[in-house]
């Protein structure tokens, strides 16, 4: 019986690779482990969110009236199997964090509350406020809050079934957990507040559940039309109506948690790919240097399963450990850690942990089929040829041309730098497709920083006001400074874009804050051209929240206002077209705070930390993720380079110990093979930067359309400039690694070669 003598190699192969193994092993624990938390955390939460909807008897909807329900209102509801529940608020400020609080009585109906931290408020003088809220404004069970005049202790923290996303309005492009909180209070704390700042809001629930979207928004229409009907009747119309598929504190959480899982598992599967690669031309140049052995052992009576089995071994071997390693690892210490980021984004309720199979398939069967096919083609393709080739170390599967002819005039030592790269062009192709995807995680981390600090300049710079105003009612001011303007909303036309609200604005002839000429056409905000890639001449179509009629408008031009979707017309021509009557105004524009009519006919005061929520938001949401895209940005940069540019000097190893032999010295000899390597990386690194962009423009555009309003991809050129210099930087780590190899190749190499 014949010995398998390959099973003795396996151990040292591993022994004289150990420094190539352990970077990939810790690096694959690293990439599976964190991909696996973070999937198992989103999975966990989306369920415990998900069985939220039942569990905290999650509304349908919501709509708000200028005064108290009708009886007649709620009977016509009931006979159409909806139930109404009120779900009055007040908006106060708090005195020591500047932020708006919706306060809302204790439930017990619908929305239910999640209890986080501490207790439910019991007396007049407790509150219990939104727990992501309170982690960004450093606040705690105990502390006290000025709301309202009154002094208030915080009994608890706690989540909104509601509320899952802070969002203020549907219009917000991005939530504010910061500057807007949601909190609750005793029925008596609560009416002891005042009236003043009170919002008649309603929830409403169906009998039985809606089976789809589509068949939810059927319903919803039909509670609209009950709505219209009865506000026609007695003049109490709805202020805001709001189905639950389309608020987006109750549903963008559900559709960020998809799309993040989405994003982690494609970023595993480029690395695992790239590794892959990288294993892929290890193997070969191994089976290259080892060719002689292959061809005996082939002679011998070794089968070419044997030798792929065989040199499939350690790779294999070393992600399979790596993954089931990195599970672990997901499971215990980076499922925390991607569950706090969850936290520091969102109000979520406590959750359990879950097996997840669809995790386990993504990290680790993915990885390890990957990692397996791609050696496996190259083994079978490399493989492929008679032990007599083998033996003559004739592996080319091409006929041996003759070489490039170089250019005599050229330098001795240009024409073997030239040499090298045309010898080398495989490992230089996977620096260089390796190098992108570092960039493009590069650039994830350095792109969100300046996006969103120029964004939140060109929103300050370009206020139509310190202070906008839009009323309940007309209401009059003595503040000279002040500049009445009509409101109304519409919305976009579903298409490719989901539907989004736009706010249109009627301006006073000759206006002190808007300076812009109408011509025979509207104009639009900069934030509306840029999403929807609008210019002069193009034709616009709008559509009312509430009923069926349509507008459509000739755009004049953009006017320079990037916080919001707007449109900008005369305001006499908006009276006249939505019916408002002549001289009718429903907002102020203003420099000063205007004090001097009663709140109960505000309905919203805009300032400019109303505009910048986005920016905000993005800095506390996303800065933990932009952190770990650098981080690992960086280590596929590294990774990839240190294990080629090592296997370039391998590969070259005889030719480098013969350079020694006729004199030259490590300092030149690293000006051939080295700085060679060096070239091809900074101008690679360099090169991609471009491309990256461009791409990375697109993705971005993909990725904010389905958000309300527009960030535009603005990135500074400083940014790529931190890019390459953190990439150059890095890699003179590799230079001086690269420099201790090139002095380690001994002569005797050469010597021994028996060519």
């Known amino acids: 019986m014949r010995r398998n003598v ?352 669809d995790a386990f398939i993504r990290t680790t069967v993915i990885p390890v089929l990957l990692m397996f096919i791609i050696n496996l083609v190259m083994l079978v393709r490399k493989l492929s040829l008679s032990p007599l080739r083998f033996i003559r170390r004739d592996l080319s599967k091409r006929k041996k041309g003759k070489a490039i002819r170089l250019n005599s005039k050229w330098s001795l030592m240009n024409r073997f730098r030239l040499r090298i790269l045309l010898q080398n062009v495989p490992n230089y192709i996977t620096i260089l497709v390796g190098i992108f995807f570092a960039n493009v995680l590069l650039l994830f981390g350095f792109v969100l920083p300046p996006l969103v600090d120029n964004y939140e300049k060109d929103i300050t710079s370009n206020l139509i006001a310190k202070y906008q105003y839009v009323l309940k009612a007309p209401v009059e001011t003595e503040e000279k400074s002040a500049e009445k303007y009509s409101v109304t909303a519409l919305q976009t036309v579903k298409g490719k874009l989901k539907s989004e609200e736009v706010m249109v604005y009627g301006i006073a002839e000759g206006s002190a804050y808007v300076d812009a000429e109408f011509g025979d056409g509207v104009l639009i905000s900069t934030a509306y051209a840029g999403k929807y890639g609008l210019s002069a001449g193009d034709e616009i179509t709008l559509e009312e929240s509430f009923g069926e009629q349509v507008h459509s408008f000739t755009v004049a031009g953009v006017y320079d206002y990037p916080a919001a979707l707007a449109v900008f017309m005369e305001q006499e021509e908006l009276n006249e077209r939505f019916g408002f009557g002549e001289g009718y105004f429903n907002g102020y524009f203003s420099d000063r705070e205007l004090v001097d009519f009663d709140e109960r006919f505000l309905a919203t005061k805009i300032t400019a930390d109303d505009l910048t929520k986005t920016t905000r938001q993005l800095k506390v949401s996303m800065g933990e993720l932009m952190d770990l895209f650098l981080v690992f940005g960086v280590a596929v940069f590294l990774l990839v380079i240190y294990l080629l540019s090592k296997l370039i000097i391998e590969k070259n190893a005889q030719s480098i110990s013969m350079t020694k032999i006729l004199g030259y010295t490590d300092g030149e000899i690293n000006k051939l093979y080295v700085w060679m390597t060096s070239a091809v990386v900074v101008i690679s690194l360099i090169g991609t930067i471009p491309l990256v962009n461009y791409i990375m423009k697109y993705l971005f555009a993909a990725v904010l359309a389905d958000y309300p309003g527009w960030l535009p991809y603005r990135v500074p050129f400083t940014a790529f400039v931190r890019m390459g210099a953190l990439g150059i930087l890095s890699y003179t780590v590799i230079i001086l690694i690269q420099m201790k190899k090139v002095k380690g190749v001994s002569k005797s190499i050469a010597l021994k070669s028996v060519e």
Not at 61 to 86: C, D, H, K, M, R
Not at 102 to 118: A, P, S, W
Not at 145 to 174: C, P
């Open 6 to 357: 390959l099973k003795r190699r396996f151990i040292r192969e591993l022994k004289s690779e150990f420094g190539k193994y352990l970077v990939i092993f810790l690096f694959l624990i690293g990439a599976i482990g964190f991909v696996s938390g973070f999937l198992v955390a989103s999975n966990s939460m989306l369920a415990a969110y998900e069985d939220g909807f039942a569990k905290y008897r999650v509304e349908d909807g919501n709509f708000e009236l200028s005064s108290p329900a009708e009886t007649e209102l709620q009977t016509a509801l009931i006979e159409e199997g909806v139930a109404l529940y009120e779900n009055f608020y007040l908006t106060e400020e708090v005195k020591e964090t500047e932020a708006k609080l919706r306060i809302f009585k204790k439930r017990t109906e619908v929305n239910l509350i999640c209890l986080m931290e501490g207790a439910f408020p019991e007396k007049a003088d407790e509150i219990a406020i939104d727990r992501m809220h309170a982690d960004n404004n450093r606040l705690s069970v105990g502390d006290s809050l000025t709301i309202g005049g009154k002094t208030l202790q915080i009994s608890g923290l706690v989540a909104f079934s509601d509320y899952s996303a802070l969002y203020e309005k549907a219009s917000d492009m991005m939530f504010d957990a910061t500057k807007f909180g949601v909190a609750v209070m005793t029925e008596e704390g609560f009416d002891g507040m005042g009236d003043t700042h009170l919002h008649y809001s309603y929830s409403w629930r169906y009998d039985t559940p809606a089976e789809s979207d589509k068949k939810a928004g059927e319903r919803a229409d039909i509670v609209l039309e009950v709505l219209m009907g009865n506000g026609m009747r007695t003049g109490n119309v709805p202020v805001n109506f709001l189905p639950a598929m389309s608020n987006l504190a109750i549903q963008f959480v559900g559709d960020d948690m998809g799309r993040d899982n989405k994003m982690m598992a494609v970023f595993l599967y480029i690395i695992i790919a790239i590794l892959a690669f990288v294993f892929a031309i290890t193997i070969s140049n191994t089976i290259t240097k080892e060719a002689l052995v292959i061809g005996t052992l082939r002679a011998s009576g070794y089968t070419k399963g044997e030798l792929i089995r065989h040199y499939l071994a350690l790779p294999m071997t070393v992600v399979a450990v790596a993954a089931v390693l990195g599970n672990i690892l997901g499971y215990t210490v980076f499922k925390e850690v991607a569950a706090n980021m969850y936290y520091n984004s969102y109000s979520l309720p406590t959750f359990v942990t879950l097996w997840n199979a």
